[in-house]
């Protein structure tokens, strides 16, 4: 004769414990312990809050929100982690390189894979509106030693705050990808990028635009290094002076990347040609941290 089953009882004192000790059976240790975890945060977060059942029922509707605008093209999950200081977090826990080494930042949701090769001192801006601009440096290593062939993956947004994932565009449209010479040397051509404003159109403009907080971030341009033999680099570079540099919406500003926009008159440029206009000069040496 079978023995009845007890069935367990859960209160609201054992529902944590209960649930994330079923969590800790995934089959993947650190799946168990990341899952474990994450059931006592949120526990602990309702029981601090005592969050409301039409509370709860908001934040489901949200992330549903979140979920639904989100395409190929627009990242509104990893807007709402930058919002949050979450990603930086994240890129600081993970990304903790030796003094001198260029420091990392967020990726951002407007990266798109694939960028067109370009020579030196080509003009990924392919003739948009706006300021000349010319960044131009050495890619090397922390003991100084250029390093020849490191492609510097490049992308910004336009005059109007724009960037190609946001608009209805067939070709690459203010991105590309640099090769730094065996000097190391590399030099790109853009134009100056303004600062701008995340996405309002969406569920996290509509929570933010239920704060203070400014949805603004500063004037930048956005670079990836992946070079073999040294720990991957993602990074912005923002114009000094610019607005916002101490508001940045998603907590990205760094001094050490903070860069003078020197502006010069029509006349010879960085990359040995010649500008009828007056244009912008940034000058940066990437520093690479060696990988572990």
């Given at each position: ?252 500003v760094k001094r050490e990347l903070v860069v003078t926009f020197t502006e010069r008159e029509p006349g010879p440029t960085p990359d040995g040609g010649h500008s009828d206009v007056p244009w912008c000069e940034a000058a940066y040496d990437f520093v690479l941290q060696p990988a572990a």
């Amino acid at each position: 004769m079978a023995h009845p089953v007890t069935p367990t009882v859960v209160t609201e004192d054992t529902i944590t414990d209960l649930a994330a000790a079923r969590w800790g059976t995934a089959h993947d240790p650190r799946t168990a312990e990341l899952m474990s975890a994450l059931v006592r945060h949120l526990h602990a977060f309702a029981r601090e809050t005592r969050l409301t059942e039409a509370e709860w029922m908001a934040a489901v509707r949200w992330l549903t929100e979140v979920g639904q605008i989100s395409d190929d093209k627009r990242e509104e999950f990893i807007l709402t982690s930058d919002v949050l200081g979450l990603s930086m977090l994240v890129v600081q826990q993970n990304h903790r390189f030796a003094e001198g080494a260029t420091p990392a930042t967020v990726l951002g949701p407007f990266h798109i894979e694939g960028s067109p090769e370009l020579g030196y001192g080509a003009d990924m801006s392919q003739g948009l509106s706006g300021t000349p601009l010319y960044v131009h440096g050495t890619v090397r290593a922390l003991d100084g030693a250029p390093i020849p062939g490191a492609v510097l993956d490049v992308w910004q947004a336009d005059s109007d705050g724009a960037y190609e994932s946001q608009l209805d565009v067939d070709e690459a449209r203010l991105r590309g990808k640099y090769t730094a010479r065996e000097d190391g040397t590399y030099c790109v051509r853009t134009i100056a990028p303004l600062g701008y404003a995340i996405p309002m159109d969406g569920p996290v403009g509509s929570l933010i635009s239920k704060t203070d907080i400014s949805h603004y971030r500063p004037a930048h341009v956005h670079f990836l290094l992946n070079v073999p033999g040294f720990e991957p680099l993602i990074t912005h570079l923002f114009r000094e002076g610019a607005q916002y540099l101490d508001s940045d919406v998603v907590f990205g500003v760094k001094r050490e990347l903070v860069v003078t926009f020197t502006e010069r008159e029509p006349g010879p440029t960085p990359d040995g040609g010649h500008s009828d206009v007056p244009w912008c000069e940034a000058a940066y040496d990437f520093v690479l941290q060696p990988a572990a």
